[in-house]
């Protein structure tokens, strides 16, 4: 099985910088995409930003010009690098992936999940 852990929510000032981390625990996964959504309280869960195993992104109209996706295809590791950090980006930050798996006697099986989530908070 597949599990997502991420890392590197905290506490920041408005207009800092933060980034986060999300890794795949086994090598035997494949991603087709992987990106984060976030959800504040009282809020629905909203898409962030998205990067494809081929590299192509989508961002929400909100985070443009200000968070960046990356990804290490050898390492099944997304980044998110949160610039210019506002109050309204307080949230709790969840990575999700898709893609493929291989089990322990080479069988493969598709992936869809979500990690624990992490909290970022940006004060004013």
């Known amino acids: 099985q597949v599990q997502l852990v991420e890392s590197g929510g905290g506490l920041v000032q408005a207009g800092g910088s933060l980034r986060l981390s999300c890794a795949a625990s086994?090598?035997?996964?494949?991603?087709?995409?992987m990106g984060w959504y976030r959800q504040a309280p009282g809020k629905q869960r909203e898409s962030v930003a998205r990067?494809?195993?081929?590299?192509?992104?989508n961002y929400a109209e909100s985070v443009k010009g200000r968070f960046t996706i990356s990804g290490d295809n050898a390492k099944n590791t997304v980044y998110l690098q949160m610039n210019s950090l506002k109050s309204e980006d307080t949230a709790v930050y969840y990575c999700?992936?898709?893609?493929?798996?291989?089990?322990?006697?080479?069988?493969?099986?598709?992936?869809?999940?979500w990690g624990q989530g992490t909290q970022v908070t940006v004060s004013s």
């Open positions: 999700n992936a898709e893609g493929r798996y291989s089990g322990p006697t080479g069988r493969t099986y598709d992936y869809s999940g």
């Open positions: 086994t090598r035997d996964f494949s991603f087709n995409s």
């Open positions: 990067i494809t195993s081929g590299g192509s992104t």
